[in-house]
């Protein structure tokens, strides 16, 4: 059992670099420093060398422009200009015309108060205006809420998308959109990757290889941005660019667009390459703060639409949102804590919970498994006769005489879920402590929406070195958690260990369900003795429909020893491990074989720190 380190949360930079220091030793933290100063601290390996070892070649280009589809929609892109730069106004365009597929409309709405783009754009053409450029100089300038359903109203295509009037597209975009499109016709929404590019357009840098569609980290921030289109006909019934949420109208734009689709597409390709400006909220993000409360405003008029109480904060990360729900009651939860022996750490576990706890509505039942020690059972007496808290403790073993000397996760909680009285189950490792008074709380408003499923919360090691952040199919192997030991003040890949969102599964050491979920799906398999077996649950919901949410605002210890690993030097261990790992192969191997949908084809699947792919 590993130690609590203290732990302080930094408040700048050097605090910040101590903490890595004491994390990751000296060797680490110098080679992080040097990454910082190249500007590439969030690569392991450059992005210009993932570039390099996946280029967009000429011959591919050249097959692309060959490719005949049977659905040929024209896909509207929508700018509003102002005063825009000539050379970046040359370089917007001719990143469309040098498009492989050609049935792309470009819709221009000039609100600049002097004449002269349309010239520029001629320019761009080589002096013959290419007939798929539509542009209209604007009698005034409306902002850029009006300025954008200015140039949407020249739209005419099937799908309409957005672009910055100083972005740039790459050569394959729109073939890509018109390649999913063919593939499945029903698709309503489609978005790409995207990455940064320089004021000189020669340096592209970091890259944003994202999730498929993820409402709850479309809450915590907007993740979709860049490249995105949408039907015609969902568009034009949305009501357009709400001036109300200026510089975070496009978070408006897209959760209210999105709120009425059904099949939303990602390309985990990088289609969209956005111009970093000194000023811009990508670069100085407490320059626009007017953004951020407007973004916070868009997040909770989205509840608001669809009925669900909650209020929505700014993070402290500037950008990022946190979802506070108000559910009017506070129905019975029931915590099912698994045990046998270790009365210390069942005591600790329990007590961090009855002192911090704020959740008004809890019982515990503690399922008994073979335990020998005669200090636990006084302990069990105890909990039992104490008046402060509801508590029961039921035998397992008593009851399943044949397992003596077996000990079978699955079987153990399916057995104290059956016997707890609670509408929804946290199920609880012993060894873990809870930090935050709201941990049950945070998890609690997720859990009680009708599309979730399970949610999981952030845990460290005593050593405040992340355990859990949230599982990711495939990683290090069958599964593992994003973001495993990285420190616990870091924020990791586009925040994604410090952000709200949705996953494909969570540990069972500190799951939260509704027993009518639990029920629904039979439960944990007990087939699944040790290994994966909470993996196979959330699938299991998965299958259904129903979301996994990994909340790193509950947040809790979980002791196990950063280094005790799987223990397979025992023969028998190491057998059944081999066994529970092939039978899980086998009643996954669909839904492993696509990969996970909410990490990225282009990150490593060896390393947990979002690291690109690479090909050495």
């Not at 405003?297 to 500037?318: Q, S």
């Not at 049950?440 to 405040?464: H, K, T």
Request: proline content about 3%.
């Amino acid at each position: 059992m590993s130690e609590i380190k203290e732990y302080k949360q930094p408040t700048n930079k050097i605090e910040k670099g101590l903490l890595y220091l004491q994390h990751y030793g000296f060797k680490k933290t110098v080679a992080k420093t040097v990454r910082k100063l190249m500007k590439h601290d969030q690569e392991h390996y450059s992005y210009r060398q993932f570039l390099k070892e996946n280029p967009i070649t000429k011959e591919e280009l050249d097959k692309q422009k060959h490719t005949v589809f049977k659905y040929n929609p024209v896909i509207s892109i929508v700018i509003p200009l102002y005063n825009t730069k000539e050379e970046f106004l040359i370089e917007l365009i001719q990143s469309f015309t040098a498009q492989t597929y050609p049935h792309w409309q470009l819709c221009l709405g000039d609100g600049s108060p002097e004449e002269g783009l349309k010239d520029i754009i001629l320019k761009a053409t080589d002096g013959t205006w290419d007939e798929r450029i539509i542009y209209k100089k604007l009698s005034d300038n409306t902002g850029i809420a009006g300025n954008t359903n200015a140039a949407m109203e020249l739209a005419t295509g099937d799908y309409i998308g957005f672009t910055d009037h100083d972005d740039l597209i790459t050569p394959d975009a729109m073939y890509y959109i018109a390649k999913a499109l063919n593939e499945d016709d029903t698709i309503e929404a489609i978005y790409s990757d995207e990455d940064k590019i320089d004021m000189e357009g020669k340096e592209y840098f970091l890259p944003h290889f994202k999730s498929d569609f993820n409402i709850d980290l479309l809450c915590s921030h907007n993740y979709i941005t860049h490249l995105f289109v949408v039907r015609a006909d969902i568009v034009k019934e949305s009501g357009g660019i709400l001036s109300e949420f200026d510089g975070a109208q496009d978070h408006d734009f897209d959760l209210r667009v999105l709120e009425k689709c059904t099949n939303i597409y990602h390309i985990p390709r990088v289609l969209y390459h956005w111009r970093c400006h000194p000023d811009s909220t990508a670069d100085h993000p407490e320059a626009k703060m007017y953004a951020y409360e407007n973004g916070r405003r868009a997040v909770e008029n989205h509840y608001k639409r669809l009925g669900i109480p909650a209020r929505v904060e700014l993070d402290t990360h500037l950008g990022y949102y946190r979802t506070i729900y108000q559910w009017p009651d506070s129905p019975l939860l029931s915590i099912v804590i698994p045990n046998m022996n270790h009365v210390e750490d069942l005591k600790a576990c329990i007590d961090s919970i009855v002192e911090k706890n704020d959740y008004p509505n809890v019982e515990f039942v503690i399922v008994e498994n073979n335990s020998t020690e005669e200090s636990i059972r006084n302990y069990y007496t105890q909990l039992e006769n104490r008046t402060d808290i509801k508590a029961k403790v039921v035998d397992f073993t008593k009851e399943h005489p044949d397992t003596i000397g077996v000990f079978n996760y699955s079987a153990l909680m399916n057995y104290g879920v059956a016997h707890a009285d609670g509408e929804y189950i946290l199920m609880l490792n012993n060894d873990t402590r809870m930090i935050n008074a709201d941990s049950i709380s945070e998890m609690m408003g997720f859990v009680r929406r009708s599309d979730v499923g399970a949610v999981g919360a952030r845990l460290y090691f005593g050593n405040n070195t992340v355990q859990h952040a949230g599982l990711v199919l495939g990683l290090g192997g069958v599964a593992n958690s994003q973001f495993l030991g990285s420190g616990r003040e870091q924020v990791g890949y586009f925040y994604r260990s410090t952000c709200v969102q949705d996953l494909s599964a969570l540990t069972g050491a500190c799951l939260l369900t509704s027993k009518s979920d639990y029920e629904a799906v039979g439960g944990f398999d007990e087939g699944l003795a040790v290994a994966f077996n909470d993996v196979d649950f959330c699938l299991k919901l998965r299958a259904k429909n129903l979301l996994c949410v990994y909340t790193p605002f509950s947040e809790w210890y979980h002791l196990e020893s950063v280094s005790r690993g799987l223990d397979l030097e025992d023969e028998g261990k190491k057998a059944r491990m081999e066994s529970e790992t092939e039978y899980f192969m086998s009643k996954w191997q669909t839904v492993l074989d696509k990969g996970d949908p909410y990490y990225n084809p282009n990150l490593s699947l060896t390393k947990f720190d979002y690291s690109f792919r690479s090909k050495e």
